[in-house]
């Protein structure tokens, strides 16, 4: 692959695991996340345009939001705030800690859609076995690393993160003894641009606070895991070798991956972000004079809508109207499916903060934008395959790189600025 093709990879991975993870924002918690690593995998397999990988993009692009989504259990906005005070130990903390969080986002998430795209009918992942080590090995490094040895991250909120460092451990053994080379490659590159999206994004969000500019920096700091959490996701695929697999989807197989892409997910969504008092207090936060009570009404019931013609149209189109046992999916089947399911997210984050009555949210109408890039360069897309192999000394030195580089942040975030809202201390 040469570097202008990979540049291009690493940008389409990166605006639209970047664009979902930003609107990921206005729902968090697990559903959202999922949503938005659903997204940030089907991209990888619209980039490939490799027909084995059409025939199970649906399955590709759920290990992708299980991986991402299992991240959404972590709690981080305490550490968030480690990172907007002045003592250097406490800023620093809060870089490498946000570095963990999100490298376990990408080292899952990265992870699972890798054991997919490596499944085949000689080499089949065992998924019962895996799901089964993975949910011991939360169990026993949270019991270890929390209840036993004390080592809190975010107190007093949730410690989660141990469990999911729990089943990293656990994936990557899977990975290790069932010799899954490309998967592990695939899974330390998305983590490493994770883990740095997410500090980086952190500084660029203080930076922003103290400029004094008028914009949604969280939203920035959002966009900046899901950006180079995709590009490490892409690059880690794109610089790996990969079988070919069947290039025939099982119609049987298609049902619950579509069900949960395009059902549960957002209905979930829905559920758990369109309620009644968290619309009626945006609209009069900009508007107090708007019928907030008929306009919240009618936002419930276009979101919902939304979601059962997309989930119907989905299921028929590619489910219902299947009559064979196998189909062969098309590049322009997958590119539907990602468009459509992206453009629903926008409208979903449009619709729960009423930026359709205003103009007071811009970061809204970026979206629109992203999309529309992603529209363009998509098309343009052609990746290639190179295979560099596993070279562990250098992703040392990389991770040492990234470290030093948490401490210029560091040094440069409090040599800038006061005491900021929202700051918390680890240490005294």
Not at 59 to 77: C, D, E, K, R, T
Not at 216 to 238: C, D
Not at 246 to 269: C, E, G, K, N
């Given at each position: 692959m040469n570097n202008r093709q990979l540049l291009y990879a690493l940008l389409v991975a990166g605006i639209s695991l970047g664009t979902a993870w930003a609107i990921r924002g206005q729902f968090g918690h697990e559903q959202g996340a999922a949503w938005a690593g659903?997204?940030?995998?089907?991209?990888?397999?619209?980039?490939?345009?490799?027909?084995?990988?059409?025939?199970?993009?649906?399955?590709?692009?759920?290990?992708?939001?299980?991986?991402?989504?299992?991240?959404?259990?972590?709690?981080?906005?305490?550490?968030?705030?480690?990172?907007?005070?002045?003592?250097?130990?406490n800023v620093y903390y809060g870089f490498l800690m946000l570095g963990i969080i999100g490298g376990l986002f990408g080292l899952i998430g990265g992870g699972l859609f890798g054991l997919t795209l490596a499944s085949s009918r000689e080499k089949p992942v065992q998924w019962p076995q895996l799901i089964t080590e993975m949910t011991v090995g939360a169990i026993l490094f949270y019991y270890l690393l929390i209840e036993q040895l004390g080592w809190l991250m975010t107190p007093p909120r949730s410690e989660a993160w141990a469990a999911c460092f729990g089943m990293t451990v656990a994936l990557f053994w899977y990975m290790i003894r069932h010799k899954q080379r490309s998967t592990i490659r695939l899974a330390v590159f998305a983590g490493l641009g994770g883990g740095f999206g997410f500090a980086f994004g952190?500084?660029?969000?203080?930076?922003?606070?103290?400029?004094?500019?008028?914009?949604?920096?969280?939203?920035?700091?959002?966009?900046?895991?899901?950006?180079?959490?995709?590009?490490?996701?892409?690059?880690?695929?794109?610089?790996?070798?990969?079988?070919?697999?069947?290039?025939?989807?099982?119609?049987?197989?298609?049902?619950?991956?579509?069900?949960?892409?395009?059902?549960?997910?957002?209905?979930?969504?829905?559920?758990?972000?369109f309620k009644t008092e968290r619309l009626v207090e945006t609209i009069q936060s900009f508007d107090p004079l708007a019928d907030a009570a008929g306009v919240t009404t009618y936002v419930q019931w276009v979101a919902l809508l939304l979601v059962l013609a997309f989930a119907g149209y989905t299921l028929f189109k590619y489910y219902i109207q299947v009559k064979t046992p196998f189909r062969e999916l098309q590049y322009e089947d997958i590119q539907r499916f990602f468009f459509l399911n992206l453009g629903l997210y926008t409208i979903y984050s449009i619709l729960i903060t009423c930026a359709f009555m205003s103009l007071y949210r811009i970061e809204q109408y970026l979206y629109i934008l992203n999309v529309a890039v992603l529209a363009i360069l998509v098309k343009k897309t052609q990746a290639s395959f190179s295979d560099r192999g596993l070279n562990i000394s250098r992703w040392a030195v990389n991770f040492i790189f990234i470290v030093a580089i948490f401490a210029i942040l560091t040094a440069v975030a409090i040599s800038t600025h006061g005491e900021l809202n929202g700051a918390n201390r680890r240490f005294e």
């Open positions: 659903g997204i940030g995998g089907l991209s990888i397999v619209l980039i490939a345009k490799r027909k084995d990988w059409y025939a199970k993009a649906f399955q590709l692009a759920l290990a992708s939001a299980a991986g991402w989504g299992i991240g959404g259990i972590i709690s981080y906005g305490i550490v968030v705030g480690y990172a907007r005070g002045l003592e250097f130990g952190n500084f660029l969000q203080v930076m922003g606070n103290v400029s004094g500019i008028h914009f949604n920096f969280w939203n920035v700091m959002e966009y900046s895991i899901g950006f180079f959490g995709g590009a490490g996701m892409a690059y880690g695929t794109f610089t790996s070798e990969w079988e070919t697999t069947d290039t025939q989807a099982s119609r049987s197989r298609l049902l619950a991956p579509i069900i949960i892409l395009a059902l549960v997910i957002p209905f979930f969504v829905w559920d758990q972000s």
